[in-house]
C-alpha cells in the first residue's frame, strides 16, 4: 500500500501535455509515450484533468458523458492502455471528475428541460420564472448565476459557465446516478478521484439573496461548505470509496475554511484523503478580487501556512501542498524571478513547499520552470473565464491594455500553454498547430535543456520528492514559524521528539540576512539539500537561495 502521506502527484492537463497525432492537441497516446519521464521523477500518482466526452466549454470540466474518452483525446482502448502502461512503471492513476455541474450538452440536461414532468427534471437546480432573477447570486465567471430556459419558463442555476447547470444534490436518484458512474472507472482500474469544486455540492434550499456589499458578497456564502456537504461526502465515501482498496482522494476546495476541511479529513469521518485550499495563492490579490493586482503579501502567506500547518497536523488531517495548477499563473513568473534567477527562484519556491506536512503536487512544466504565456492580444486567449474577465475589465473602465496586463498575470492560460519537451518546432509538443500559442518565452525553457543543464530544476525537484520519502520527519514534524515579521524572508522548523528540519528561503532577489542562532542551530547538522553550493554562506542568503537541515536531537 501507499502511504499517501510520503508521495507526490504529478499533474497532467492532457490538451496541453503531447500531442502523438500532429491535430495540435495532446492526447492519451501522448501520454503514455510520456511516462518514462514522469516515472524518473520519482512521484507515485499521476492526476488527469478531465478527459470526457465535452464540448470544451470550460477545456473539459463542462461534461456531456461520464462514460467515455472525448475523441479528441483517444479512445477507451487507449484509456485502458494507459492504465496498464502506468501501473506497469508502479505509477497510479487519478481522475479527475467534476460532480457540482454538468454540461447543458449532457443527456440528464437535454432531458430536464424538455418539461417540468420529465423524469430528470429533479436532476439539477430549477426555479419558475416570476418576472426576475430567483437570486441576486453571482457566477463564478461573471454575471448572473441564473440562465432563464424558455422551454418551461424556468431559471437554472450555473455557479459557472451557462453552459454548466449545477446538478441537484437534494435528489437521491441523481446522487445514485454519480455513484454508479464513479464505481464504473473505479472498476476499470483508476486509483483515485480529485474531486472538482466538491464543496459546493449543496446549497441553502430558500437560496437567499447576498447583499453585494464586497467582491465575496456573491451569494458564495450560502452554498459553499453547505448545510448537507458532509452529509453528501460520507455517503459518496461508503457507496465507492470505502468499496475498494488503497483509493486516495483529494477535493478541490472553493472558498473554504480551516474549520471545514479538518471535517472534510478527520480520518474518522470517512469523507476524503486531502484537500487542495486555495488562500495562500489569493495573497497577490488586491482587495481580495484575482482581477486586480498587486505583489504576494509575504506576512499573510506565512500567517496562511502557519494556521494551516498546525491546524491540520493537530486533528490529523491532511493537506494537497501546491503552487502551480492548471487554473494558476506559473509560479516563478508570480512569485519568483522569470530571468536571472529562475532555476534559484524555482528551485527555493519548490523546497517551501515540498518541506511542509502534506502531499505535494507538482504541474506539468513545474519540473522544468516553465512562465507565464505573456500574450500580447486577446485573441490568443482560450479561457473563457479570462474572456469574460477582459469584458468586465473594459466595462469597468480598464483601458484595453491595462486588462491585458492584468491577464498576463492571472489568466488560467498561463498554465494551459503546451509543455515544452525540446528545441524543435512548438517545443516538441505537437508537429501540427497548437490548439493554443506556445507560452512567448518558450524558447530555451525545455525539458531536454534542463536535462543537460548544471542548474537543472527536473533534478532539484526529483531530490526533493525522494528526501520525503526518505525522512520521515518531513511527514511528521510539527511546524513553527522563525521569522514571522520578515517581508525577505520564510524561515520555519520542522519538529519530532528525535529531530528537528530547519528550511530557509528567501525570497527576493536582494541578499538576505539570517538570525544567527537559527543559523548555528541549523549549521549543527547535516545540509539535505540547496541550490547553492556553499548554502548560507557566513550566515548570508544569496538571492532567492534556499536549504534545508537536519538536525539530531
Given at each position: 500500500m501507499t502511504d499517501y502521506k510520503k508521495m507526490s502527484v504529478y499533474q497532467i492537463y492532457p490538451k496541453s501535455f503531447q500531442d502523438s497525432n500532429g491535430d495540435g492537441t495532446g492526447?492519451?497516446?501522448?501520454?503514455?509515450?510520456?511516462?518514462?519521464?514522469?516515472?524518473?521523477?520519482g512521484v507515485e500518482y499521476i492526476w488527469l484533468t478531465p478527459m470526457y466526452v465535452s464540448p470544451g466549454n470550460d477545456n473539459g470540466y463542462d461534461i456531456a458523458d461520464y462514460y467515455n474518452i472525448d475523441p479528441v483525446y483517444g479512445t477507451m482502448d487507449d484509456f485502458q492502455n494507459l492504465l496498464m502502461e502506468a501501473h506497469k512503471r508502479n505509477l497510479k492513476v487519478m481522475m479527475?471528475?467534476?460532480?457540482?455541474?454538468?454540461?447543458?450538452?449532457?443527456?440528464?440536461?437535454?432531458?430536464?428541460?424538455?418539461?417540468?414532468?420529465?423524469?430528470?427534471?429533479?436532476?439539477?437546480?430549477?426555479?419558475?420564472?416570476?418576472?426576475?432573477?430567483?437570486?441576486?447570486?453571482?457566477?463564478?465567471?461573471?454575471?448572473?448565476?441564473?440562465?432563464?430556459?424558455?422551454?418551461?419558463?424556468?431559471?437554472?442555476?450555473?455557479?459557472?459557465?451557462?453552459?454548466?447547470?449545477?446538478?441537484?444534490?437534494?435528489?437521491?436518484?441523481?446522487?445514485?446516478?454519480?455513484?454508479?458512474?464513479?464505481?464504473?472507472?473505479?472498476?476499470?482500474?483508476?486509483?483515485?478521484?480529485?474531486?472538482d469544486v466538491i464543496n459546493l455540492?449543496?446549497?441553502?434550499?430558500?437560496?437567499?439573496?447576498?447583499?453585494?456589499?464586497?467582491?465575496?458578497?456573491?451569494?458564495?456564502?450560502?452554498?459553499t461548505d453547505g448545510p448537507k456537504i458532509h452529509e453528501y461526502l460520507r455517503e459518496m465515501n461508503r457507496e465507492v470509496f470505502s468499496r475498494y482498496d488503497n483509493v486516495i482522494t483529494v477535493g478541490e476546495m472553493s472558498s473554504t475554511t480551516?474549520?471545514?476541511?479538518?471535517?472534510?479529513?478527520?480520518?474518522?469521518?470517512?469523507?476524503?484523503?486531502?484537500?487542495?485550499?486555495?488562500h495562500h495563492l489569493k495573497t497577490d490579490y488586491k482587495n481580495k478580487d484575482k482581477w486586480e493586482l498587486q505583489k504576494s503579501d509575504i506576512k499573510e502567506l506565512k500567517e496562511y501556512f502557519t494556521k494551516w500547518q498546525n491546524g491540520m497536523e493537530k486533528e490529523n488531517e491532511w493537506l494537497a501542498l501546491f503552487w502551480c495548477n492548471h487554473d494558476q499563473p506559473r509560479i516563478v513568473s508570480r512569485m519568483g524571478n522569470e530571468n536571472v534567477y529562475r532555476y534559484e527562484s524555482a528551485?527555493?519556491?519548490?523546497?517551501?513547499?515540498?518541506?511542509?506536512?502534506?502531499?505535494?503536487?507538482?504541474?506539468?512544466?513545474?519540473?522544468?520552470g516553465?512562465?507565464?504565456?505573456?500574450?500580447?492580444?486577446?485573441?490568443?486567449?482560450?479561457?473563457?473565464?479570462?474572456?469574460?474577465?477582459?469584458?468586465n475589465m473594459l466595462n469597468a473602465g480598464k483601458t484595453a491594455e491595462e486588462a491585458l496586463e492584468v491577464l498576463r498575470e492571472r489568466s488560467r492560460d498561463n498554465a494551459?500553454?503546451?509543455?515544452?519537451?525540446?528545441?524543435?518546432?512548438?517545443?516538441?509538443?505537437?508537429?501540427?498547430?497548437?490548439?493554443?500559442?506556445?507560452?512567448?518565452?518558450?524558447?530555451?525553457?525545455?525539458?531536454?535543456?534542463?536535462?543537460?543543464?548544471?542548474?537543472?530544476?527536473?533534478?532539484?525537484?526529483?531530490?526533493?520528492?525522494?528526501?520525503?520519502?526518505?525522512?520521515?520527519?518531513?511527514?511528521?514534524g510539527n511546524f513553527t514559524i522563525l521569522d514571522e515579521d520578515s517581508e525577505d524572508t520564510f524561515i520555519y522548523k520542522r519538529e519530532t521528539d528525535g529531530e528537528i528540519l530547519y528550511v530557509i528561503c528567501?525570497?527576493?532577489?536582494?541578499?538576505?540576512?539570517?538570525?544567527?542562532?537559527?543559523?548555528?542551530?541549523?549549521?549543527?547538522?547535516?545540509?539535505?539539500?540547496?541550490?547553492?553550493?556553499?548554502?548560507?554562506?557566513n550566515s548570508m542568503l544569496k538571492p532567492y537561495e534556499t536549504c534545508v537541515w537536519l538536525v539530531k536531537k
Amino acid at each position: 500500500m501507499t502511504d499517501y502521506k510520503k508521495m507526490s502527484v504529478y499533474q497532467i492537463y492532457p490538451k496541453s501535455f503531447q500531442d502523438s497525432n500532429g491535430d495540435g492537441t495532446g492526447d492519451i497516446n501522448g501520454i503514455i509515450s510520456r511516462l518514462p519521464y514522469i516515472a524518473d521523477l520519482g512521484v507515485e500518482y499521476i492526476w488527469l484533468t478531465p478527459m470526457y466526452v465535452s464540448p470544451g466549454n470550460d477545456n473539459g470540466y463542462d461534461i456531456a458523458d461520464y462514460y467515455n474518452i472525448d475523441p479528441v483525446y483517444g479512445t477507451m482502448d487507449d484509456f485502458q492502455n494507459l492504465l496498464m502502461e502506468a501501473h506497469k512503471r508502479n505509477l497510479k492513476v487519478m481522475m479527475d471528475i467534476v460532480v457540482n455541474h454538468t454540461s447543458t450538452e449532457h443527456m440528464w440536461f437535454k432531458e430536464s428541460s424538455k418539461s417540468e414532468d420529465n423524469p430528470y427534471r429533479d436532476f439539477y437546480i430549477w426555479k419558475k420564472n416570476t418576472g426576475k432573477l430567483p437570486n441576486n447570486w453571482v457566477s463564478k465567471f461573471g454575471g448572473p448565476a441564473w440562465k432563464l430556459d424558455e422551454r418551461t419558463d424556468s431559471y437554472y442555476l450555473h455557479l459557472f459557465d451557462v453552459t454548466q447547470a449545477d446538478l441537484n444534490w437534494e435528489y437521491e436518484p441523481m446522487r445514485q446516478e454519480i455513484y454508479k458512474m464513479m464505481r464504473y472507472w473505479m472498476d476499470l482500474g483508476i486509483d483515485g478521484f480529485r474531486l472538482d469544486v466538491i464543496n459546493l455540492l449543496s446549497k441553502e434550499q430558500n437560496f437567499p439573496d447576498d447583499t453585494l456589499d464586497t467582491f465575496t458578497d456573491d451569494g458564495r456564502k450560502y452554498y459553499t461548505d453547505g448545510p448537507k456537504i458532509h452529509e453528501y461526502l460520507r455517503e459518496m465515501n461508503r457507496e465507492v470509496f470505502s468499496r475498494y482498496d488503497n483509493v486516495i482522494t483529494v477535493g478541490e476546495m472553493s472558498s473554504t475554511t480551516l474549520e471545514a476541511c479538518i471535517e472534510y479529513t478527520k480520518p474518522e469521518n470517512k469523507e476524503l484523503s486531502m484537500i487542495f485550499s486555495f488562500h495562500h495563492l489569493k495573497t497577490d490579490y488586491k482587495n481580495k478580487d484575482k482581477w486586480e493586482l498587486q505583489k504576494s503579501d509575504i506576512k499573510e502567506l506565512k500567517e496562511y501556512f502557519t494556521k494551516w500547518q498546525n491546524g491540520m497536523e493537530k486533528e490529523n488531517e491532511w493537506l494537497a501542498l501546491f503552487w502551480c495548477n492548471h487554473d494558476q499563473p506559473r509560479i516563478v513568473s508570480r512569485m519568483g524571478n522569470e530571468n536571472v534567477y529562475r532555476y534559484e527562484s524555482a528551485a527555493m519556491l519548490a523546497t517551501l513547499i515540498h518541506m511542509m506536512q502534506g502531499t505535494p503536487y507538482i504541474y506539468q512544466g513545474e519540473e522544468i520552470g516553465m512562465l507565464n504565456a505573456h500574450f500580447d492580444n486577446i485573441a490568443d486567449y482560450e479561457d473563457v473565464e479570462s474572456l469574460n474577465a477582459y469584458e468586465n475589465m473594459l466595462n469597468a473602465g480598464k483601458t484595453a491594455e491595462e486588462a491585458l496586463e492584468v491577464l498576463r498575470e492571472r489568466s488560467r492560460d498561463n498554465a494551459r500553454t503546451p509543455v515544452q519537451w525540446d528545441n524543435t518546432e512548438n517545443s516538441g509538443f505537437t508537429t501540427g498547430k497548437p490548439w493554443i500559442k506556445m507560452g512567448k518565452m518558450a524558447d530555451g525553457i525545455n525539458v531536454e535543456e534542463d536535462l543537460k543543464s548544471e542548474k537543472s530544476v527536473f533534478s532539484y525537484y526529483k531530490k526533493l520528492i525522494k528526501l520525503r520519502k526518505e525522512y520521515d520527519i518531513i511527514r511528521d514534524g510539527n511546524f513553527t514559524i522563525l521569522d514571522e515579521d520578515s517581508e525577505d524572508t520564510f524561515i520555519y522548523k520542522r519538529e519530532t521528539d528525535g529531530e528537528i528540519l530547519y528550511v530557509i528561503c528567501n525570497l527576493t532577489d536582494k541578499a538576505a540576512g539570517i538570525n544567527r542562532g537559527i543559523m548555528n542551530s541549523a549549521e549543527s547538522g547535516e545540509c539535505l539539500i540547496a541550490n547553492m553550493k556553499i548554502p548560507c554562506e557566513n550566515s548570508m542568503l544569496k538571492p532567492y537561495e534556499t536549504c534545508v537541515w537536519l538536525v539530531k536531537k
